[in-house]
């Protein structure tokens, strides 16, 4: 969803698609961040569960600002509708990508189910 919302966004000159099409992918990730926190918390074992926030945070605020930089470098380059396409297409990419690499996680339909 995020990323054939993001190349919508993109293409389209009509402002209410831009608008459905910004705001779908935003509530989608509030979504989104509750069921990865909670994994988090489910899935870690007691003693490491601190350090696995840490890092998570960690990883969540610095790829923030490394996007943040990627996405401006790029629309210098190639333009802001070329960035923000090419950014959708990635998206579709890395998560066809993690489908492959976690199937496990990709077929989990609960978040009290076990993760084999």
């Known amino acids: 969803m995020f990323g054939c919302a993001t190349i919508v966004f993109g293409l389209s000159t009509w402002l209410p698609l831009s608008a459905l099409a910004l705001g779908a992918p935003g509530a989608a990730d509030v979504v989104s961040v509750v069921v990865r926190s909670t994994l988090v918390q ?3 074992p007691d003693a490491m569960r601190g350090r696995v926030a840490a890092v998570n945070l960690l ?3 610095s790829s923030n600002q490394l996007g943040e930089f990627e996405s401006g470098t ?3 380059l190639i333009g802001p509708v070329g960035a923000v396409v090419l950014g959708g297409v990635g998206t579709l990419i890395v998560a066809g990508f993690w489908m492959k690499l976690f199937p496990a996680l990709r077929k989990l339909d609960r978040l009290d189910e076990t993760v084999a």
């Open 42 to 44: 489910l899935r870690t």
């Open 59 to 61: 990883f969540i605020g």
């Open 74 to 76: 790029l629309a210098a």
